[in-house]
């Protein structure tokens, strides 16, 4: 399940670094020498506070898109980006469970699940059309 966290990165002032902000996750911050070590280190600090979040069984934020934070003033001149990352790690232990499926839908499953990778099996087939309709429900 892959979601795009946005980020704002600050432009540096002389001898200080970028500045990496995640709009969405307050706390949880940044830096790099160059633009691509900042982006690069904001991944870290996001997997880092993901990983948290598992640990002490908190929720998982959910990020928000750049459109709606680029007119927000405590960020006039940032610059924008975003890192995508698989949240599945951080979801939690996976729990089997039993699902009838008309036989037609879970070939059709298969054949989609065995030609895409991100995929992998009829279960992360599941889970990801799962997760897609809950964050359309939202």
Same mark, same amino acid.
């Given at each position: 399940?892959?979601?795009k966290?946005?980020?704002?990165? *600050?432009?540096?002032?002389?001898? =200080?670094?970028?500045? #990496?902000?995640?709009p969405? @996750?307050?706390?949880?911050?940044?830096?790099?020498? =160059?633009?691509?070590?900042? @982006?690069?280190?904001?991944?870290?600090?996001?997997e880092?506070? !993901?990983? #948290?979040?598992?640990?002490?069984?908190?929720?998982?934020? *959910?990020p928000g898109?750049?459109?709606?934070?680029? %007119?927000?003033?405590d960020?006039? %001149?940032?610059?924008?980006?975003?890192?995508? @990352?698989d !949240?599945?790690?951080? $979801?939690g232990?996976?729990?089997?469970? %039993?699902v009838t499926?008309? *036989?037609?839908?879970?070939?059709?499953?298969d054949? !989609?699940?065995n030609? %895409?990778p991100q995929?992998? =099996?009829?279960?992360?087939? $599941?889970?990801?059309?799962?997760?897609? *309709?809950?964050? #359309?429900?939202?």
């Open positions: 399940m892959f979601t966290y946005p980020i704002a990165v *600050e432009k540096p002032e002389g001898d =200080t670094a970028y500045g #990496v902000v995640f969405d @996750i307050p706390g949880c911050y940044s830096a790099g020498e =160059t633009l691509d070590d900042a @982006i690069n280190n904001a991944r870290e600090a996001l880092g506070f !993901l990983e #948290v979040c598992r640990e002490d069984g908190d929720a998982i934020p *959910e898109s750049i459109d709606a934070h680029k %007119n927000d003033p960020f006039d %001149n940032f610059i924008w980006s975003f890192i995508e @990352i !949240l599945t790690p951080y $979801l232990k996976s729990k089997k469970i %039993n499926l008309p *036989e037609y839908l879970i070939h059709q499953i054949a !989609l699940a030609t %895409n995929y992998k =099996t009829r279960s992360g087939f $599941l889970a990801a059309a799962a997760a897609h *309709e809950l964050q #359309v429900r939202r």
